[in-house]
C-alpha cells in the first residue's frame, strides 16, 4: 500500500508516517520543498513539483491531509487570515492534483470539532448541527465545503479534538504546573475537554482508509470526554501532584487573548460514527490515556 500525506512533518504526521513505514507501507511527504529521506520507504515531493507532474502519486490508495497553519497563537487579524487561508489553499491545491490523476484515491482530510459551537450542556455527534458562533467554527465551516469538492473515491472529514501525546501538541503545556505541583482546574473547570490519545488517533484515520465504510464527518474524539476539572483531577491523580491552584478565566484572557476560548469554553463531543462502524479505542477513558503518557515520559 502506499499513502500520502500533507503536513506529514508535523506532530500526528510524524507519528502516523512511523506508523505505515513499520508496516511496511510506502509513505509519500508532500511539503513545501522537496528534501531527500534517510527512509526507504519514505519520499518527500514538494507541492510545486506536483502542479508540475502528478506521477509521484500514482498508485497511491490514500491522500490524508493534516495540512494548516497552527491555531495555538494570538488570534490577531493577520493570523486569522493565515489559520483559515492555509487550510483553503492546502485543500485547493489537492484538489487540483486529484483532478489529474487516473485512478481516484482516498481523501482523508482533517477538520475541526469546532464547527459545533461551543457549550457546557449539550452533547454533540456528526450528527448535529452545524453553530456558527465563534472564529474557529466559521473556518471549519469554510474548510469543510472546500473539502466536500475535492474528487476523490471516498472522503472523510476528521474533525479532531484535542489530541494527547508526549511529543507534541497541548499535553506537554497542559502537564507543565503540575510538574512543579501548581496544577488546578482552568476558569470554571466546567468546559468540556474532548481529547484523543495520539495513538489512537493515528490507528483513526488508518481505520479510514481501509474501511470503506467510512465516510463524511468523523469526530475524533475519545468515547468519554471530561471536564477542565476532571482533567486536572486524573492528571494530579496520575503524576501524584496536588491539584490545588485554580487559573481564573480573566488571567487567560489577559494572556493569550481571543485564543484562550479554547481553554475556557469547549463542547462534548462523542465519536458516533467511528463506534457505530466499528472502530475501538485503546484509551477510550482519560485515566488510561494519561497513565500510558505517564509510563512513556519514564522510558515505559
Same mark, same amino acid.
Given at each position: 500500500m502506499k499513502v500520502a500525506i500533507a503536513g506529514g512533518t508535523?506532530?500526528?504526521g510524524g507519528h502516523l508516517t512511523r506508523y505505515y513505514t513499520e508496516r511496511g507501507? @510506502?509513505?509519500v511527504l508532500i511539503s513545501r520543498s522537496a528534501r531527500s529521506s534517510d527512509h526507504d520507504l519514505v519520499k518527500y515531493v514538494s507541492w510545486h *513539483?506536483? @502542479?508540475?507532474d502528478v506521477s509521484a502519486l500514482e498508485g497511491v490508495g490514500a491522500v490524508i491531509n493534516l495540512a494548516g497553519e497552527s491555531i495555538n497563537q494570538r488570534w490577531s487579524d493577520a493570523a486569522k487570515e493565515r489559520i483559515l487561508g492555509s487550510r483553503l489553499e492546502s485543500v485547493r491545491r489537492v484538489a487540483g492534483i486529484m483532478e489529474r490523476l487516473g485512478e481516484k484515491p482516498v481523501l482523508v482530510s482533517a477538520s475541526g470539532m469546532s464547527v459545533y459551537g461551543l457549550s457546557d450542556t449539550e452533547t454533540f455527534t456528526e450528527e448535529s448541527p452545524?453553530?456558527?458562533?465563534?472564529?474557529?467554527? *466559521?473556518?471549519?465551516e469554510k474548510w469543510e465545503a472546500e473539502i466536500r469538492r475535492v474528487p476523490a473515491a471516498r472522503t472523510v472529514m476528521l474533525r479532531v479534538g484535542v489530541v494527547l501525546g508526549r511529543d507534541g501538541g497541548a499535553y506537554p503545556k497542559m502537564r507543565l504546573p503540575f510538574v512543579f505541583g501548581a496544577g488546578g482546574r482552568i476558569g470554571s473547570g466546567r468546559q468540556w475537554l474532548s481529547w484523543i490519545h495520539v495513538d489512537d488517533i493515528i490507528r483513526l484515520i488508518d481505520y479510514c482508509v481501509t474501511h470503506e465504510e467510512m465516510e463524511g464527518p468523523v469526530n475524533a474524539t475519545a468515547p468519554e470526554p471530561v471536564t477542565n476539572d476532571a482533567f486536572g483531577r486524573s492528571l494530579a491523580k496520575v503524576m501524584g501532584r496536588p491539584y490545588l491552584f485554580p487559573v481564573p478565566g480573566l488571567v487567560m484572557k489577559l494572556l493569550f487573548g481571543e485564543m484562550s476560548m479554547l481553554l475556557l469554553e469547549g463542547q462534548k463531543v462523542l465519536p458516533q460514527a467511528a463506534l457505530s462502524r466499528g472502530f475501538r479505542f485503546t484509551y477510550p477513558t482519560i485515566e488510561e490515556a494519561l497513565r500510558r503518557l505517564e509510563r512513556q515520559a519514564k522510558g515505559g
Open positions: 508535523g506532530f500526528i507501507w @510506502e509513505v *513539483e506536483l @502542479e508540475q452545524h453553530r456558527l458562533d465563534h472564529f474557529l467554527a *466559521e473556518v471549519v
